[in-house]
Antibody, heavy 124, light 111 residues
C-alpha cells in the first residue's frame, strides 16, 4: 500500500522560496505522475503541477513562472519549489499520486493517495 | 479560481439522501472523467469516486457518482453523522491551459 510522507519549512517571509519534499513508501515510483496540490485556509483545492519518473513535468499555468517540481528517483522522492512567495501562497500543501490514463479528451485521472499536508504560512 | 461549480452546502437528516452537483464545461467534465474527494477538517482529501462512477476498495456503496453532459453528481444515501465533511469534484481540463481542476467544494451537514 503506497503511502506519502511530506515535509518542509512551514513559515516563510515574502519573496522567499517555498521548498517541500514528499517521499513515496510501499510502491513503485515509476509509472505514475506525482503531484502537488494546495488549499488556502478555508478555501478549495488548487492543482499546482506534476512530475513523472522520467522527469517530465506539467504545471498549472497560473503558477508556472514560479514553480519547479523535481524528482530523486534513487530516493523515491519528489520536491516542490515555489519562488517569490507572498501571503497569497499561504496554504496547506499536499503531495499526491496521479492515477489513470490521459489521451487528450476522455482522460481518466484521479489522485490517490495523498500526503498528510504541510501548512505553509507566508508572513513578514 | 475553481472552474467547476458546486453548491456551498447541502444538508439532510440521518438516513436520508443528499446529492451534490458539479457543473463544468465542454473542456473539462464534458470531455473527461470525474472524480470525487471527501475531506474531513484538518485532514487530507480522500478519493471517494473515480471514473465518474467507480468506488475504490473500502468505499461503501452508499456513495455513488454519475455524469451527464457537462455536469456530474455525487449521491450519498443512508446519511450518517460520519459523512459530515467537505466534498470536492475534480477532472482534467483539456483546454489550452491543460490542468486538473477542482470544484468549489460542498459542505455536507447531517441535521
Amino acid at each position: 500500500q503506497v503511502q506519502l510522507q511530506q515535509w518542509g519549512a512551514g513559515l516563510l517571509k515574502p519573496s522567499e522560496t517555498l521548498s517541500l519534499t514528499c517521499a513515496v513508501y510501499g510502491g513503485s515510483f515509476s509509472g505514475h505522475y506525482w503531484n502537488w496540490i494546495r488549499q488556502p485556509p478555508g478555501k478549495g483545492l488548487e492543482w499546482i503541477g506534476e512530475i513523472n519518473h522520467s522527469g517530465s513535468t506539467n504545471y498549472n499555468l497560473s503558477l508556472k513562472s514560479r514553480v519547479t517540481i523535481s524528482a530523486d528517483t534513487s530516493k523515491n522522492q519528489f520536491s516542490l519549489k515555489l519562488s517569490s512567495v507572498t501571503a497569497a501562497d499561504t496554504a496547506v500543501y499536499y503531495c499526491a499520486r496521479g492515477l489513470g490514463t490521459r489521451f487528450g479528451e476522455n482522460t481518466r485521472w484521479r489522485f490517490d493517495p495523498w500526503g498528510q499536508g504541510t501548512l505553509v504560512t507566508v508572513s513578514s | 479560481q475553481s472552474v467547476l461549480t458546486q453548491p456551498p452546502s447541502v444538508s439532510a437528516a440521518p438516513g436520508q439522501k443528499v446529492t451534490i452537483s458539479c457543473s463544468g464545461s465542454s473542456s473539462n467534465i464534458g470531455s473527461n472523467y470525474v472524480s470525487w474527494y471527501q475531506q474531513f477538517p484538518g485532514t487530507a482529501p480522500k478519493l471517494l469516486i473515480y471514473d465518474n462512477d467507480k468506488r475504490p476498495s473500502g468505499i461503501p456503496d452508499r456513495f455513488s457518482g454519475s455524469k451527464s453532459g457537462t455536469s456530474a453528481t455525487l449521491g450519498i444515501t443512508g446519511l450518517q453523522t460520519g459523512d459530515e465533511a467537505d466534498y470536492y469534484c475534480g477532472t482534467w481540463d483539456s483546454s489550452l491551459s491543460a490542468a486538473y481542476v477542482f470544484g468549489t467544494g460542498t459542505k455536507v451537514t447531517v441535521l
